[in-house]
């Protein structure tokens, strides 16, 4: 029972980037009704930004990129910025354009985006894999450190142990998404986002500028996903972390969580994506080497079953 | 004479025609494969081998219009089925060939069943899921796979007798035409009209009485076993497979070359395939600049702006696109012909 616990609240911890990455493909089939498959490939463009900004080379004996906390914050907001500028690109010459073309055909553009992707960046960025170091490694002897250890004793108390950089990670994203969805509900651009997500014509007919409302939603999310990339980055270690197609299974998973909740809502992929992460961790401790395989399928069932996903409205198809 | 030419021009409006003058054309590779260097002949047949997965490919999506994203993962299956057959329970070729067919018409069902409650945009991601979950279970099924090592076929038999690459090379082109010839067959039957009207109104073609469930699960069979048998040769030809290289990449590459050439002819296809695939394994894997190791994914930028570009502009692919520039030519010249028969009279 207490693993179970430990388990639930871990992962729960640990969900912060894959709930970046659900987010930023809602976002885009909210209001470009396409699911973005380049997605993860953009993120994973911009750790190798943020990692060729700390250390242009590669080391083959195992040294790593270790700066201090205003470099890596620099080079961090450097590659969120480019995640930010390829998906701004993406949309203003690409999608703007492709408004006639129908739903698979635009899955097909991302995918195509994808290969781009995979092909430059062993151009620009040579073909080893590259290094970041963890987040959180340089905050020694400073007051967020205090802050971050004290949080850290506070879970091991509940008996649940955790790095500093998944508890970075999580207050990260939950200020972002706290911040996001304030935005939907509150701001204009939210307004318009959702206005474009019902209907973009009529949206547009109202007054909308659905171009900069969808501009700006790619921009965001190409950002979102630079961001999960890193927080991804810090997971799998410090040495050779980055490779080209270390996001794919985090892809994957975002779909999956957001096809569970359901594309419907903003919040439903949200919830997907914290039962998929608990499950995942559950099935990955008692069903060790299936557990993955045993989670696609286990989601692939409740998708059988209910199509629209778990918090998705049910569309209904005119003839 | 006469009659011998009126014979041949019955011959030459067959379809099958152009597939037995490409065998024919093909058949020359091996016959002078002592002048020509073996990467060129292994980029061929590499080509060739993703092409007969591409015509398999064009039928669940040219014709089906399902996306899927498992391509990789049944060639994958082709290669350790034939593997595990030959080498690990020493079956003999046409048992493990009949194996493979099994598990792919198997895995084909098990897709299709999904594609039925699941549509559109949604279908890719399921399929990649699915994909992910074969991956998944080579790297774990490591007596059969090589996990992440991979597995070297020692030798290809047929028969008794040993195959040498060059045999099997005129064999691959065999099934090639036969892959052609059977693609031909079922888009222009009635299996592939269904098919087409399901693509494009479901609703229509249902209330016009055709089964949904029967023509979605036969394009996924089809396109597993097209790319099994892929695979098969695959591994009976470069005789090693890795896990790793069946990635994602290659199903959208595999994409790339139905959707650049023109998904709905064969031909096309055999375009596209040479435009994606041959021109990376002919011509910029032959450049020594092109050739280094950061240039190794220069042809997936080319494929990606391609795809991008004939998706927005030309959506009949480059065949469609050399059709047209052929026909704008000829009926400007016509044009001039008569302009300049008005003019003597």
């Known amino acids: 029972m207490e693993l179970i616990i430990d388990i639930v609240i871990s992962s729960l911890l640990q969900a912060a980037p894959l709930a970046l990455a659900t987010f930023a493909i809602v976002l885009i089939f909210r209001t470009s009704l396409t699911t973005n498959f380049a997605q993860g490939m953009i993120g994973t463009t911009s750790a190798y930004v943020t990692s060729y900004i700390l250390m242009p080379n590669f080391m083959t004996d195992g040294r790593v990129p270790e700066p201090n906390f205003m470099q890596y914050f620099l080079a961090i907001a450097a590659g969120i910025l480019v995640g930010f500028l390829i998906s701004l690109l993406v949309d203003v010459l690409i999608f703007r354009h492709a408004k006639r073309i129908n739903a698979v055909s635009k899955q097909i553009i991302t995918m195509g985006i994808i290969l781009i992707l995979t092909g430059l960046i062993p151009l620009l960025f040579g073909i080893s894999d590259r290094s970041l170091p963890r987040l959180g490694a340089n905050l020694k002897n400073t007051f967020l450190d205090d802050v971050i250890e004290a949080i850290r004793s506070m879970l091991a108390t509940l008996g649940v142990r955790v790095g500093p950089h998944i508890i970075i990670g999580f207050i990260l994203s939950v200020v972002i998404l706290g911040t996001l969805f304030l935005m939907l509900r509150y701001t204009k651009w939210g307004l318009g986002v959702r206005a474009t997500a019902s209907n973009e014509m009529v949206a547009g007919m109202m007054g909308v500028n659905t171009r900069t409302i969808t501009a700006m939603s790619w921009a965001i999310a190409g950002a979102l996903g630079g961001l999960a990339a890193i927080f991804v980055s810090s997971n799998k270690g410090t040495y050779g972390n980055v490779t080209t197609y270390f996001m794919i299974s985090i892809q994957v998973q975002a779909f999956f969580a957001a096809i569970l909740g359901g594309f419907s809502t903003f919040y439903g992929p949200i919830v997907g994506v914290l039962i998929l992460t608990v499950f995942n961790n559950i099935f990955n401790v008692y069903l060790n080497p299936w557990g993955t395989t045993s989670l696609y399928l286990a989601v692939m069932l409740v998708v059988l079953i209910k199509p629209e996903g778990l918090f998705g409205k049910k569309t209904v198809k005119k003839v | ?345």
Do not use: C
């Open chain 2, 1 to 345: 004479m006469n009659k011998l030419k009126v014979k041949f021009k019955e011959l030459q409006a067959h379809p099958f025609f152009g597939f037995i003058i490409f065998g024919v054309l093909l058949l020359l590779i091996p016959i002078f494969s002592k002048y020509i260097s073996v990467t060129v002949i292994d980029a061929f047949a590499k080509t060739l081998i993703y092409f007969i997965v591409a015509l398999g490919f064009s039928i669940l999506m040219g014709y089906a219009g399902l996306a899927s994203l498992g391509t990789s993962s049944f060639i994958a299956i082709g290669t350790f089925t034939l593997y595990s057959g030959m080498t690990y329970f020493n079956l003999g070729f046409f048992l493990t060939l009949l194996i493979a067919l099994i598990i792919a018409l198997a895995l084909g069902v098990l897709f299709g069943i999904v594609s039925l409650r699941i549509e559109g945009m949604y279908l890719a991601i399921v399929t990649l899921g699915l994909s992910e979950i074969l991956v998944e279970l080579f790297k774990n099924l490591d007596k059969f796979t090589g996990g992440v090592s991979g597995t070297n076929l020692d030798k290809f038999t047929l028969f008794g007798l040993e195959l040498g690459s060059n045999q099997v090379f005129i064999f691959l082109i065999v099934i090639v035409i036969v892959a052609m010839m059977a693609t031909f067959n079922i888009i222009s039957s009635p299996t592939g009209r269904a098919m087409l009207s399901i693509k494009n109104n479901q609703s229509a073609a249902q209330a016009m009485g055709i089964s949904v469930i029967k023509y979605r699960l036969m394009a996924f069979m089809i396109a597993t076993v097209f790319a099994t048998i892929g695979g098969i040769f695959y591994m009976a030809y470069v005789k090693y497979s890795i896990a790793s290289s069946w990635n994602l990449a290659l199903s959208l590459n595999i994409l790339a070359a139905v959707i650049v050439g023109g998904m709905k002819s064969i031909w096309g296809i055999l375009l596209g395939t040479f435009t994606i695939f041959g021109l990376d394994l002919l011509v910029f894997k032959n450049i020594p600049v092109l050739a280094q190791s950061n240039y190794a994914n220069l042809s997936f930028v080319i494929s990606g702006v391609l795809i991008i570009l004939v998706i927005m502009f030309y959506p009949d692919g480059l065949i469609g696109l050399i059709k047209n520039t052929y026909y704008k030519i000829k009926t400007k010249l016509k044009k001039k012909e008569s302009n300049h028969e008005e003019e003597i009279k």
